[in-house]
């Protein structure tokens, strides 16, 4: 007899929701949430009486709520507890709705913000360096097999690149950059939120506006088997070197808690795999900067150049500076610039394109963009985007790449 009920518990559950796969206690799953449309009064009802099914008669099961009754051929009979909507309904927890866009200046300009986006993703861990940080300072490297022979490679990630849309504009025709212009506008975001300090009269055109559809940049799975490298150029110089053999093989032991599959241990490395994702990144940006200083853009859109560094305090929406100065003039650590009577926004990062891009990537964005041919001095802004906070953080990523930290803090012993 007591086989019954137990079933049907489980049929119930399985029509749908899980509501009351908690009266089990073999199967009791607190983690699960259920939406408030299922946990309705009418509902639970509905999913009662369909397990119930019909007596000897071909006749439905009623059952009575208010007075917790249940009508059968021999007729009514007490509602068991465990069959009680206003118990079932105490006993679930609802799922707790999206969040909306965020409100207030604060906010918007902490959502806005490509620094606060690296700080908020994932921990992961460098098994060689042995330090947990977030996922943005790090490089993810997934193991593939070659398509010719069928050996395991390790092959950079799509983190660091994913959603930074930047078809080469050399492949538009000059008839067809209006179109080219107005599809890479529509990738855009629902709207620009103007300069969130003075932000409010944003129309209701740009706010029906949507994101980029995310299944168009992001690849439909990751590979099985990822590990984690600290993205440093000192520390890929290591892994290519061919006398650290153990330090590739460390790469998949470190897996912790996971299968690791035995062609993971000799996974081959690419020797040059610190240049390359060097040139991949570049390449990325130089690409991406070429698209948003597309001339069929409004005018400074994305990116506006400025005459003196005056000037760039007074841009709006200003994120970061874009620097060509001459070959003699270059930086090669950190440089920022200061806007004194900003609330936000005082300190604006300073990215000195030759040290950052290389020759050649600057010459090809020169030759392509007559903006970055005449200008010196040019804004990046921070536009309510994904893929402009993606170009962002990959611009810092490269920086923080190619920064040798010993230097700054030889710099800062003389100094003090």
């Known amino acids: 007899m007591a086989a019954a009920p137990r079933a049907r518990l489980a049929n119930i559950a399985g029509n749908g929701s899980a509501v009351f796969t908690a009266c089990l206690?073999?199967?009791?799953?607190?983690?699960?949430?259920?939406?408030?449309?299922?946990?309705?009064?009418?509902?639970?009802?509905?999913?009662?009486?369909?397990s119930f099914g019909q007596d000897a008669q071909d006749q439905q099961i009623d059952i009575d709520v208010e007075k917790k009754q249940v009508s059968t051929a021999a007729g009514p009979l007490p509602l068991s507890p465990l069959f009680d909507p206003t118990w079932i309904q105490t006993r679930w927890r609802t799922r707790k709705e999206k969040a909306g866009k965020p409100m207030g200046r604060f906010r918007k300009k902490l959502a806005n913000n490509a620094f606060a986006r690296a700080l908020e993703t994932p921990l992961r861990r460098c098994a060689n360096v042995d330090i947990i940080l977030?996922?943005?300072?790090?490089?993810?490297?997934?193991?593939?097999?070659?398509?010719?022979?069928?050996?395991?490679?390790?092959?950079?990630?799509?983190?660091?690149?994913?959603?930074?849309?930047?078809?080469?504009?050399?492949?538009?025709?000059?008839?067809?950059?209006?179109?080219?212009?107005?599809?890479?506008?529509?990738?855009?975001?629902?709207?620009?939120?103007?300069?969130?300090?003075?932000?409010?009269?944003?129309?209701?055109?740009?706010?029906?506006?949507?994101?980029?559809?995310?299944?168009?940049?992001r690849r439909p799975y990751r590979a099985p088997v990822t590990c984690y490298v600290l993205c440093r150029q000192s520390v890929m110089e290591h892994l290519d070197d061919p006398r650290n053999k153990k330090l590739i093989a460390r790469l998949a032991v470190s897996r912790t808690g996971m299968a690791v599959p035995l062609e993971a241990v000799k996974c081959i490395w690419r020797q040059d795999m610190g240049g390359a994702l060097l040139a991949?990144?570049?390449?990325?940006?130089?690409?991406?900067?070429?698209?948003?200083?597309?001339?069929?853009?409004?005018?400074?859109?994305?990116?506006?150049?400025?005459?003196?560094?005056?000037?760039v305090a007074t841009i709006h929406l200003r994120g970061c500076v874009l620097w060509l100065p001459a070959q003699g003039n270059t930086t090669h650590q950190y440089a920022t610039f200061d806007v004194p009577d900003a609330l936000y926004g005082r300190k604006?990062?300073?990215?000195?394109?030759?040290?950052?891009?290389?020759?050649?990537?600057?010459?090809?964005?020169?030759?392509?963009?007559?903006?970055?041919?005449?200008?010196?001095?040019?804004?990046?802004?921070?536009?309510?985007?994904?893929?402009?906070?993606?170009?962002?953080?990959?611009?810092?990523?490269?920086?923080?790449?190619?920064?040798?930290?010993?230097?700054?803090?030889?710099?800062?012993?003389?100094?003090?």
């Not at 975001?189 to 559809?213: F, H, I, M, V």
């Not at 390449?283 to 990116?303: E, G, M, P, W």
């Open 25 to 50: 206690p073999l199967v009791s799953r607190r983690w699960v949430s259920t939406s408030k449309d299922s946990l309705t009064k009418e509902a639970l009802v509905e999913k009662i009486k369909a």
């Open 280 to 311: 991949m990144w570049r390449q990325t940006v130089v690409d991406a900067l070429i698209a948003r200083s597309c001339r069929s853009f409004d005018a400074n859109k994305f990116i506006e150049p400025c005459l003196s560094w005056d000037q």
């Open 134 to 217: 977030p996922r943005y300072f790090l490089q993810d490297f997934e193991m593939v097999k070659h398509p010719e022979t069928g050996q395991a490679w390790w092959a950079p990630g799509p983190l660091s690149v994913e959603l930074v849309p930047a078809p080469p504009p050399k492949q538009v025709a000059e008839g067809e950059e209006d179109d080219f212009a107005a599809d890479l506008t529509s990738q855009e975001s629902n709207d620009a939120q103007g300069d969130l300090a003075t932000e409010s009269t944003s129309t209701k055109s740009n706010e029906e506006e949507t994101r980029p559809d995310a299944s168009e940049c």
């Open 348 to 416: 604006m990062v300073v990215h000195d394109l030759w040290w950052l891009l290389g020759q050649a990537e600057v010459q090809r964005l020169r030759q392509a963009s007559p903006m970055f041919a005449d200008s010196e001095l040019l804004v990046l802004k921070q536009w309510n985007s994904m893929s402009v906070q993606r170009l962002h953080l990959l611009l810092w990523r490269i920086h923080g790449y190619l920064a040798r930290p010993e230097q700054r803090l030889q710099q800062q012993g003389v100094e003090s």
